[in-house]
T-cell receptor, first 114, second 117 residues
Framework: GAGVSQSPSNKVTEKGKDVELRCDPI?????LYWYRQSLGQGLEFLIY????????KSGLPSDRFSAERTGGSVSTLTIQRTQQEDSAVYLC????????????FGEGSRLTVL | AQSVTQLDSQVPVFEEAPVELRCNYS??????LFWYVQYPNQGLQLLLK??????LVKGINGFEAEFNKSQTSFHLRKPSVHISDTAEYFC???????????????FGRGTQLTVWP
């Protein structure tokens, strides 16, 4: 597609439920990133995939968070047993050139945990 | 790891006034520097970047930024703003010397620019 596509755009869930957020990067981009954006907190790095290398998971806040990237393309971020503090906008980005850090962002998935 | 400080969380200005959004980062031998803009209800998009060469970088929509290595700053400027520039602006740093985090961006907390008529 023309840009990074994320779904759902909005998700409301109850505390304790699991959620899955999907990201479809720009075709041909080898790097994929997940960030979390909370009000007044900027962008918090979560995880980074680059080609077939082991992902950089150093930003995942707890073991309730996991992500996978299938076939070097689509990625799914899973949050298990959601908590209210997980409420945020989850942003996905992809990059063609790992070295320069120039990222193309999706519009995000807004997660609200009640 | 890098840290990025955006000194102003909110900057209100009147239309056609000049504006400067400040950004400082923790020191490193070499860095790549970026400004991203997020318009209401939209994703982030790249405004400009510094990779090497001239320290004055020009971006889209009339914005420019100057890399100052001695002050570890990368302030964003525009000589005359428009109402359509109202958005949140994020400064970001990529540290190319840091192995597996080569492509990882460290973001500041953002500056909300509001332009009034």
């Amino acid at each position: 597609g023309a840009g990074v596509s994320q779904s759902p755009s909005n998700k409301v869930t109850e505390k304790g439920k699991d959620v899955e957020l999907r990201c479809d990067p720009i075709s041909g981009h080898t790097a994929l990133y997940w960030y979390r954006q909370s009000l007044g907190q900027g962008l918090e790095f979560l995880i980074y995939f680059q080609g077939n290398s082991a992902p950089d998971k150093s930003g995942l806040p707890s073991d309730r968070f996991s992500a996978e990237r299938t076939g070097g393309s689509v990625s799914t971020l899973t949050i298990q047993r959601t908590q209210q503090e997980d409420s945020a906008v989850y942003l996905c980005a992809s990059s063609r050139d790992r070295g320069t850090g120039e990222l193309f962002f999706g519009e995000g998935s807004r997660l609200t945990v009640l | 790891a890098q840290s990025v400080t955006q000194l102003d969380s909110q900057v209100p200005v009147f239309e056609e006034a000049p504006v400067e959004l400040r950004c400082n980062y923790s020191s490193s031998v070499s860095v790549y520097l970026f400004w991203y803009v997020q318009y209401p209800n939209q994703g982030l998009q790249l405004l400009l970047k510094y990779l090497s060469g001239s320290t004055l970088v020009k971006g889209i929509n009339g914005f420019e930024a100057e890399f100052n290595k001695s002050q570890t700053s990368f302030h964003l400027r525009k000589p005359s703003v428009h109402i359509s520039d109202t958005a949140e602006y994020f400064c970001a740093v990529s540290d190319p010397d840091r192995g597996s985090t080569l492509g990882r961006l460290y973001f500041g907390r953002g500056t909300q620019l509001t332009v009034w008529p």
